[in-house]
């Protein structure tokens, strides 16, 4: 599939989520064999009042928390999986 059909998709998944107005970023990945695309998103300003703001929780044990659930779906040459929490102050700069 093509990724112009890959973010339609996703952008249909994403209907009525966040607010692409304040910011939208969209990444290509995968492989040769497998194309993968994500979408981020901000929240929208209503969403942010229910949850809180968004904070980056990446190589946090946070994170490995909600992805541990699906290591065993991701195929095994998958790149940059954690597998543990990145020492405490570290710096998540240049990540978002």
Known sequence: MSDTVLFA???LALEGVGDASLGEWREVGGSSSKTIVHVRRRLSLSEEKG???ACDIR???E???RLRPFLSVLPPDW???PTR???AGSSQKNKS
Do not use: M
Request: net charge negative.
């Open 51 to 53: 949850v809180g703001q």
């Open 85 to 87: 929490a990145a020492p």
């Open 79 to 81: 790149p940059e999986i």
């Open 63 to 65: 994170a490995l928390r």
């Open 9 to 11: 998709q996703a952008a």
């Open 59 to 61: 190589e946090t044990t």
